[in-house]
């Protein structure tokens, strides 16, 4: 199941860009970034501690953030060649669709990576 959640350094530039959402789960940074189910009085408990907390967004949660806060209206996985690529659109307006070389082994890798894509576009353009 842990691997529906993104990864603690992703969920962690996604909240220093302002991602605030309900989670399932998050991460504690005394915990060595351990995902940890949320349970509210838990996570009360060592928010209010001021244990460093990091929510643990799903993939299709941060997908779906980037959409709707970002305007990056489309990014997909392509498959061509045997190998996995990405693509994304920059602007709903625009449809400028930004398409990177398919070189990644898996799915989750290029999914990862797509990621780790849009976080990047949306820090330069801070």
């Known amino acids: ?51 460093p907390l990091v929510t643990a967004p799903l993939y299709q949660q941060a997908f779906r953030w980037f959409r709707e806060k970002h305007d990056l209206q489309h990014s997909c996985i392509m498959f061509p060649n045997g190998k996995y690529g990405i693509g994304i659109a920059t602007s709903k307006a625009t449809h400028n669709l930004h398409v990177y070389d398919p070189i990644y082994n898996t799915y989750e890798e290029a999914e990862l990576k797509c990621l780790k894509q849009l976080i990047k576009i949306v820090k330069e353009k801070k």
Not at 10 to 35: M, Q, T, V, W
Request: net charge negative; hydrophobic share 30%.
């Open 1 to 51: 199941m842990t691997r529906e959640f993104v990864p603690y350094e992703e969920a962690l530039a996604l909240k220093e860009l302002g991602f605030d959402e309900p989670c399932l789960g998050y991460y504690s940074a005394l915990n060595e970034g351990r995902l940890c189910r949320y349970e509210q009085l838990e996570f009360e408990y060592c928010k209010n501690t001021l244990q």
